[in-house]
C-alpha cells in the first residue's frame, strides 16, 4: 500500500506557541491530503480538505485562521496550529489520495499527538 | 439521526474465533465502502475497500455490502491477537467533495 509519512508523533507546547506537522507522502504524488482531529475514543472529525497548489477547504466551524494547511508540492502538507491552547490538544491524522485510486481511497499518516501545556 | 452507526463495543474474543463487525447507513447515496483498522495511538491502515453491493475477500478478511439493507458487514476469520485494535467503516457517494463519512469504531481484544 501507499505510504504517508507524518511527523512529528508526540508534541508537546506552551500555550502561545505554534505548532507545524508535516505530512508526506513517500511513494507516490498525493493530489489530495486531508486533515483530521480525533478526540479520545471518537471517530475522525474532518478538518481540512487541501489540493496541491490551491487554498484549502475547512469543514464548517473550523478556524482558518487558527489551523493553517499548506500544500506547496504534491508530496507535502503542513497543519500548523497557531497560538496554541490546552483546548486544542488532540490527535492529528493527515491523509493523502491519488488519481491513481481515486480520491475517495485515503492513505493515512501515523498521526500526531498535541498536547498544549 | 447519524448517517453512519456502529457499534463501539468493546468485543472481546477468544483466538480463533470469527468476528463480525457492522455498520448501519442512513444515505442511500453511499457507494464506496471501506474497512480501516487503528491500533492504539497510530493512524488508521486501510483493510478492504468495496464498490457497491457485494462481497470481498482477502485472506482473513471478508467485506460484505447489502445497499438494499444499507448494512455492512466485515468478517475475520481465524483471529489473531494480533488483530486486536479499533476498526472503522466508511463510506463515501462518490461526490465531488471526496470526503469519508466515518463510523465511531468498534474496538476488538481477541484473547489468546
Known amino acids: 500500500g501507499a505510504v504517508v509519512s507524518q511527523h512529528p508523533s508526540r508534541v508537546i507546547c506552551k500555550s502561545g506557541t505554534s505548532v507545524k506537522i508535516e505530512c508526506r507522502s513517500l511513494d507516490f504524488q498525493a493530489t489530495t491530503m486531508f486533515w483530521y482531529r480525533q478526540f479520545p475514543k471518537q471517530s475522525l472529525m474532518l478538518m481540512a480538505t487541501s489540493n496541491e497548489g490551491s487554498k484549502a477547504t475547512y469543514e464548517q466551524g473550523v478556524e482558518k485562521d487558527k489551523f493553517l494547511i499548506n500544500h506547496a508540492s504534491l508530496t507535502l502538507s503542513t497543519l500548523t496550529v497557531t497560538s496554541a491552547h490546552p483546548e486544542d490538544s488532540s490527535f492529528y491524522i493527515c491523509s493523502a489520495s491519488s488519481p491513481r485510486w481515486g480520491k475517495n481511497i485515503q492513505y493515512f499518516g501515523a498521526g500526531t499527538r498535541l498536547s498544549v501545556l | 439521526q447519524k448517517e453512519v452507526e456502529q457499534d463501539p463495543g468493546p468485543l472481546s474474543v477468544p483466538e480463533g474465533a470469527i468476528v463480525s463487525l457492522n455498520c448501519t447507513y442512513s444515505?442511500?447515496?453511499?457507494?464506496?465502502f471501506m474497512w480501516y483498522r487503528q491500533y492504539s495511538r497510530k493512524g488508521p491502515e486501510l483493510l478492504m475497500y468495496t464498490y457497491s453491493s457485494g462481497n470481498k475477500e482477502d485472506g482473513r478478511f471478508t467485506a460484505q455490502v447489502d445497499k438494499s439493507s444499507k448494512y455492512i458487514s466485515l468478517f475475520i476469520r481465524d483471529s489473531q491477537p494480533s488483530d486486536s485494535a479499533t476498526y472503522l467503516c466508511a463510506m463515501y457517494s462518490g461526490g465531488s467533495n471526496y470526503k469519508l463519512t466515518f463510523g465511531k469504531g468498534t474496538l476488538l481484544t481477541v484473547n489468546p
Open positions: 444515505n442511500s447515496a453511499f457507494q464506496y
